[in-house]
C-alpha cells in the first residue's frame, strides 16, 4: 500500500542554518505529494504541495521538488528563523480525500 | 486560525466509556475529515463526509462512527473506549468533495485521554 517516510527527529539547527528534512514514498501511479507544518498547540497547515513529477512547491522560504526516480519530497529552507520551529509532515494523495503522512519531524531553531 | 472549530479541547475519561467529538468546519466548506494522531501510529486518515454523505473511509475501527448533520457540523463518536484510543483527535474541512487541490484546513484538535 501507500506510505510516506520521513527521516527522524528531532532535529535542532542554529538560526540561519541550512534545512533539509527527507522524504521519500511509496505509492502506486503519480500521487500529490505534500508538506504541512504543525506549530505547537495548533492543528496542521499546508505549507507546500506538488502535483507531478518534476514539480517545485515553494513557500514562506521553503522549497521541495517532487522526483519520480527517486520516489522522494525532500523538504528544503535555505536558512532557518526561530518561527520556523515545528513539526513537518511529509503526505500523498491519490484522490485528494484519503492522505497518507508520515511520522513527522520535529525541527527547533535555536538562536 | 483555521476557521475550523473543535470542542472539547481536552477530553478525559475510562476504559469502557463512550465519547463524542465535534468539529465545525469553515463557513462554506462541505467536507469534514477527520484524523487520529498517535504517538505509535502517527497521523491517520479515520473518514470523510462530503455534505452529509460518508465519502471516504481509512483506518476507523469498528467502535468509532461519525456523521455529518444538515448544518454541516460533524460528530466522532468513539465507544468501548481502550486505554490505547488515547490520542489527539484531529478535524479539517475542505470546500470540495475532495482533490488534491482542495486543501484541507485543520482544526486545533481534541486530545482525548482514556484512563
Known amino acids: 500500500g501507500d506510505s510516506v517516510t520521513q527521516m527522524e527527529g528531532p532535529v535542532t539547527l542554529s538560526e540561519e542554518a541550512f534545512l533539509t528534512i527527507n522524504c521519500t514514498y511509496t505509492a502506486t501511479g503519480y500521487p500529490s505529494l505534500f508538506w504541512y507544518v504543525q506549530y505547537p498547540g495548533e492543528g496542521l497547515q499546508l505549507l507546500l504541495k506538488?502535483?507531478?513529477?518534476?514539480d517545485k512547491g515553494s513557500n514562506k522560504g521553503f522549497e521541495a521538488t517532487y522526483r519520480k526516480e527517486t520516489t522522494s519530497f525532500h523538504l528544503e529552507k535555505g536558512s532557518v528563523q526561530v518561527s520556523d520551529s515545528a513539526v513537518y509532515f511529509c503526505?500523498?494523495?491519490?484522490?485528494?480525500?484519503?492522505?497518507?503522512f508520515g511520522t513527522g519531524t520535529s525541527l527547533t531553531v535555536i538562536p | 486560525d483555521s476557521g475550523v472549530t473543535q470542542t472539547p479541547k481536552h477530553l478525559i475519561t475510562a476504559t469502557g466509556q463512550r465519547v463524542t467529538l465535534r468539529c465545525s468546519p469553515r463557513s462554506g466548506d462541505l467536507s469534514v475529515y477527520w484524523y487520529q494522531q498517535s504517538l505509535d501510529q502517527g497521523l491517520q486518515f479515520l473518514i470523510q463526509y462530503y455534505n452529509g454523505e460518508e465519502r471516504a473511509k481509512g483506518n476507523i475501527l469498528e467502535r468509532f462512527s461519525a456523521q455529518q448533520f444538515p448544518d454541516l457540523h460533524s460528530e466522532l463518536n468513539l465507544s468501548s473506549l481502550e486505554l490505547g484510543d488515547s490520542a489527539l483527535y484531529f478535524c479539517?474541512?475542505?470546500?470540495?468533495?475532495?482533490?488534491?487541490?482542495?486543501?484541507?484546513?485543520f482544526g486545533p484538535g481534541t486530545r482525548l485521554t482514556v484512563l
Open positions: 506538488a502535483t507531478k513529477a518534476d
Open positions: 479539517a474541512s475542505s470546500v470540495g468533495s475532495g482533490s488534491y487541490i482542495d486543501e484541507q484546513f
Open positions: 503526505a500523498l494523495t491519490h484522490t485528494g480525500n484519503q492522505f497518507y
